[in-house]
């Protein structure tokens, strides 16, 4: 039996869960979605073409969806200062939750919301798409399979021009700290994951250009280090005069003990250690090329069939609520590091706002 879901936002990127991630899952028999529900009535015309929803199906009005019909779960792909509110209709409601990510727009409303999430012994999945998508799960395994010794520090930059005003959806020019929010929560989650092991500082300056036209910083640097020794680089910016790493086509380059491995524009190679060598020199795109993993699903049509595993009784999904506070954690202690000029303790900031 597939699990009832009410899909929450249609409009935006939900008009994507709507096209391209749920109708695959939808064929595959794992859920079936019975309610659309989005503030705008525009948008719902999004769930009635690809998810083949009657207009009695549609709502505007998420309590009176929850109310009129029955569901295992909801999706929330709505801003992120709403999704607190929809998590707690939800759980009034007995759902479990898909959400996008970040948790939430705060850190001390994240925690919040794992809180409540495990006193209601329910399950919530945040769709971490870009640690899920081909390229980096092909690096995660490479690097997971110790063929090339320890890592020494990763190196991650994403670069784009969406400088003016709506060229990045209306409400990311309008909020506090865009990049980090809605852009770096992917990649230092990213970062975090390639190293293996929880961060322990991080050091980050933020600002906005003169030319960007957004209300709070849209560019960063950062840098972490992990407890198992492990550094990283991040160059976030959204106000360049051209993109040249710009959503799924990330830079990433791992240096390792036996290896350099580079992921560039979804191409991934690598350029071994000779011992015999002597002062060896490389040139990026003349590696050698490693082979993308295979497979049907990725990013978040991938994660929706992780979240209804995890329903069916398997493993949690490795990106649930209470794990997740360690992503929405990085992207907090960046902004205040910003705020500050210090290097903040992440789990020590982490700790604080749980407590």
């Known amino acids: 039996m597939p699990y009832r879901m009410i899909q929450v936002g249609t ?3 939900g008009a994507w869960w709507c096209s391209t991630f749920i109708p695959p899952n939808i064929k595959d028999g794992l859920v079936e979605v019975v309610a659309a529900v989005d503030i705008n009535p525009e948008a719902l015309v999004n769930a009635k073409e690809h998810l083949g929803l009657r207009d009695d199906q549609l709502y505007t009005d998420i309590n009176k969806a929850f109310d009129e019909v029955r569901a295992d779960f909801c999706a929330i792909v ?7 509110q929809v998590v707690d209709a939800a759980l009034d409601h007995d759902m479990h939750i898909l959400s996008e990510k970040p948790i939430a727009d705060t850190l001390e409303a994240s925690v919040r919301i794992a809180v409540k999430v495990s006193s209601a012994g329910k399950k919530m999945g945040v769709t971490m798409s870009h640690r899920f998508d081909q390229d980096k799960t092909t690096l995660r395994e490479e ?23 709506g060229s990045w959806g209306k409400f990311r020019h309008e909020i506090p700290d865009p990049l980090m929010v809605e852009g770096a929560v992917h990649h230092l989650d990213i970062l975090a994951d390639l190293a293996g092991a929880k961060c322990d500082t991080i050091y980050a300056q933020t600002w906005n250009p003169a030319w960007g ?39 990433i380059r791992a240096e390792c003990e036996a290896a350099t491995l580079i992921l560039n524009h ?19 795109g003349q590696g050698e090329p490693i082979p993308l993993i295979e497979q049907p699903k990725w990013a978040n049509t991938w994660l929706i069939e992780k979240f209804v595993r995890w329903l069916d009784g398997g493993k949690p999904m490795e990106t649930n609520v209470q794990d997740n506070l360690q992503s929405v954690a990085l992207v907090f202690s960046a902004i ?3 705020r500050t000029g210090q290097p903040v303790k992440v789990q020590e900031f982490l700790q604080r706002v749980k407590i």
């Open 143 to 165: 690097l997971r399979s110790g063929r090339y010794g320890r890592i020494d520090y990763l190196v991650c930059r994403f670069t784009c021009d969406y400088r003016k005003f």
């Open 336 to 338: 205040e590091s910003s």
């Open 266 to 284: 979804r191409q991934l190679e690598r350029f071994n250690y000779d011992p015999a060598g002597k002062c060896a020199q490389g040139r990026e």
């Open 213 to 251: 036209e957004f209300a709070g910083d849209s560019q960063a640097l950062v840098i972490m280090r992990f407890d198992n020794g492990v550094r990283a680089t991040y160059e976030g910016a959204k106000t360049n005069a051209v993109g040249l790493n710009g959503w799924t086509r990330e830079y």
């Open 11 to 13: 409009g935006g990127f």
């Open 78 to 84: 709505v801003p992120p200062a709403f999704h607190e």
